[in-house]
């Protein structure tokens, strides 16, 4: 385990780093300029000024190292645009923020999963299991952004239910973090019902429910636990998705997360603050892949992590 | 290890969940605001000399003061003018040269400073400070010898002020290292040419090294004593290679040689007292002394916290109506009433939150919500719907007296196409004039804008005070004609090679590309390629005049004409189009040094005559402000500058609870 796990770690460095001196060279190449960049040509004097202050005058394979530098004291320096700020300040606001709604929206997406699963599993064939899948299947089609429309027409305009963006008041948090869910609770769904269907025509079923067992206690406690073994495997990939998924909804929400960030960073050309957006993105996906490939081993002890 | 992860698991996501739950409730801590407003995207900066945008031009606007502040003029509230702010009165010279700004009263900073005219000195210096990077700072080049201060520009015999290389954090301006005046004797230029990259672009540039031989001279009474004993030094600046040092041995590491900042025109002889001094009569310096970026710091707090750290709202010192309480990036500015504020009592709204909405759509659903009482930005495509908003809004026979929602007014902008004169057969005025009347404007505003766009025959927008454009043509299909064949094309003529439109992805752009090309079809028998390029390579290729016709927008600095016109001079960097015109130039640079502004104004005139004879660029339309606003915000009033202080603004409470009642909000 710990073989893998150093392997692991290995394989990121070398990942990060890949990824790192590719967006750094793509970005810079394609607009050298990065946020000077104005329609409003300057003065020579002045142009030649702010291209120091930025470094622009260096060459960039100095700049390339001056910047790995930095980051390997995980001080990624000013933003280009928000000048004020650090880059390390911008994502320090960001990501939380981020996360929690991730969080959330995971919750969401297990709590709507799960409980239309069961229900789905249970009543077999019927209206409710019909309607269930078929709604499953529109959540996994449509994307989350346009099921966000929707949503603001019919709770925002009509019902008058929920604010139409911002962030912090428990109300803010209902609209976005089901949007974000609503593609991964279908999935959910999905693999609970089978996994559901599975475990119930199993032997140990009928032992607990002939032992005169609560048939919610066959259910909650002996079956589902077998079931969620399939979705504890999709957690992995669902909560990289779910954290790096929110870019548009946060801009539709106006939710001042690392998505937005990211969004406006690149159209304003903010090299640095993309760059190290792109470098969190990463991470978290390498990280949950490794959690994920972690998770199996712990689970299944049919396979090995070594080999 | 398996039973733990499987028995965890039903604890660990509710435990993650309440974090997270917590994470985001943190961020609610605020109460809502008097008054909310979307601010457009994120701030730059709240350093008056580092900002540039409309949204930051609002925040600072409300946290600093200048010498002069931008009102509404209690005659016509439609039309702004500029009031007396930190100063409370100003003298004009009879050269029309030199003004001197009586500061005010009792003025404090938020830190209990008195607001002086040493504040002036201080932020001009700065704000012309090479290592500032101040993107404005050509503002402030009709000051005498500003331009050469920024600019470093020196020459032999010339006075300057040497900032030593012992400043205790390198990369903070202020406190500055020690400073020693002198008079330059000699100026050594070595120049290195090689390769020598410029933003990614390796290009063979010359640089240049200066060494300076300096009579420096003592200081006496914290002024420098031009008459005293003088001794003599060499500076070179950092970065100079040592292989051009050896010839200097006792060579002493400069950060800065620059011209002396008592050779520049701005002086304060007392705290109460500013003089400035300009290169030549400028009717609108008053506008530009109350633009933003030219408001004041506050020495103390830049010195003590360094920049960034002193925008930080916990270190900010301000002297303006309101203070920034919190700021969150990208989600809000929280301004509360600043109690020390010189006209505190005039300030209405205690709270104030600048909202960074980046989605145009968003902010029209946060408004409509009634989550917020100003909308800055409209998305085309709803206009008609919000007209009709308003107009049934009316029918009602309690709303008959409302203020419309959607406010629409000109604006100090204009939308053009730039040719590129140097290639042929657009080379000929006549092709121009021909392509400018082949184009149906009316038809572009009404069915493509459809914002109420007015259609421009020339530059500069109309609504300037004192200042009436040049006589233009309209529509004339026939006589375009009639151009084009004069020039040789058309009919038993050459035919005319394809003409491209370039313009920077954008759907709004793009259709009106579309129009014109399809007018030009049609009128002029021209083939029309449309080339559609992002927005950095846009402006590159714009820069590098790799174009025929390409599309842009300029915005006024100040409503005066020259901020349009003495963009087309020769060689002006934000000509583009190889447009040189001698006369052009020469009614451009009388202009700058005739003192009658009637006459002036006339001059302007012909100028612009001759721009719109030559046409080195097709007007289009001028641009028009749109803001949705709520009716019960008052003093909000549309003008061409599309600037509305928030230190007037006020709520009619009555008004605003019946409002919110009769359209069912919350």
Known sequence: ?307 | MKWSLRGLFPYVIPLVFVVALFFAFRMGSLPPADFTFSNGTEIQSVDPAKSTGAPEGRIIDAIFEGLYRKLPDPTSPDDMVPLPGMAKSHDLSEDLKTYTFHMREGAKWTNGEPVTAYDWTFSWMRFLHPESGTQYAYQLWYIKNAKRYTTGDLKEGDRVEVELADRKDKAQMFPRGTMVSGIVKKIDTFEEGGKQSSGGHDEEEAIKYHVYTVDCVPEKDGEPDWDGPVKQRVFYTEGTPAKYLTKFPGAEAAMHVLLHFSEVGIKAPDEKTLIVELEAPTPYFLELASFYPMHPVNRTCVETFGYPDWTKPENIVTCGPYQIKERRIRDRIRLTKNPTYWNADEVSLETIDALAVQSDTTQLNMFMSGQMEWATVVPNSVLDQLRERDVDKKEDPERKEERDDLLIAPMLSTYFYRVNTKRPPLDDPRVRQALNLAINKQEIVDHVTRGGQIPAGSLVPPGITGYEGPVTQSYNPERARELLAEAGFGPGGKKMRPIQILYNTSEGHKSIAEVIQQQWKKNLHIDVQLRNVEWGVYLTTQREMDYDVCRAGWIGDYPDPNTFLDMFITDGENNETGWSNPEYDKLIEEARSEPDPEKRMKIMQDAEQLLVDQMPILPVYFYVSINMVRPYVKNFYPNLQDLHPLHILEIDEEQREKIREMEGLK
């Open chain 1, 1 to 307: 385990m710990i073989r893998f796990l150093l392997k692991r770690l290995m394989w990121m460095v070398i990942t990060m780093w890949v990824v790192f001196t590719i967006s750094f060279y793509l970005m810079w190449t394609v607009s050298p300029e990065g946020a000077l960049l104005s329609e409003r040509q300057l003065p020579a004097a002045i142009k030649r000024n702010l291209e120091q202050y930025y470094d622009l005058d260096k060459p960039l394979t100095t700049r390339y190292f001056k910047v790995m530098g930095n980051y390997l004291m995980l001080n990624p320096g000013p933003s280009m645009k928000l000048i004020d700020k650090s880059v390390f300040e911008i994502l320090k606001e960001g990501l939380p923020i981020s996360v929690s709604l991730g969080v959330l929206g995971l919750s969401f997406a297990l709590l709507i999963g799960f409980g239309t699963g069961i229900v789905s599993a249970l009543r077999r064939q019927s209206l409710i299991d019909v309607s269930f899948r078929m709604i499953a299947t529109l959540g996994i089609a449509i994307p989350n952004f346009v099921l966000a429309g929707f949503a603001i027409i019919i709770f925002v305009f009509t019902l008058n239910w929920f604010p139409a963006g911002g962030w912090g008041r428990p109300i803010d948090l209902v609209l976005p973090s089901l949007c974000l869910a609503a593609p991964f609770a279908a999935y959910i769904s999905r693999l609970t019902r089978t996994g559901m269907l599975e475990v119930l025509g199993q032997d140990y079923i009928r032992t607990a429910y002939a032992k005169g067992l609560m048939p919610t206690t066959v259910v909650l406690k002996h079956a589902f636990r077998g079931a969620i073994l399939p979705v504890v495997s999709y957690l992995g990939p669902a909560t990289a998705g779910i954290l790096t998924g929110s870019l548009v909804l946060e801009r539709i929400f106006f939710i001042p997360g690392l998505g937005s960030h990211f969004i406006e960073a690149v159209l304003q050309k903010d090299h640095p603050v993309s760059l190290a957006v792109v470098m969190v993105y990463t991470f978290v996906l390498f990280s949950m892949n490794t959690l994920v490939d972690l998770s199996y081993g712990l689970i299944d002890p049919r396979v090995k992590l070594d080999k």
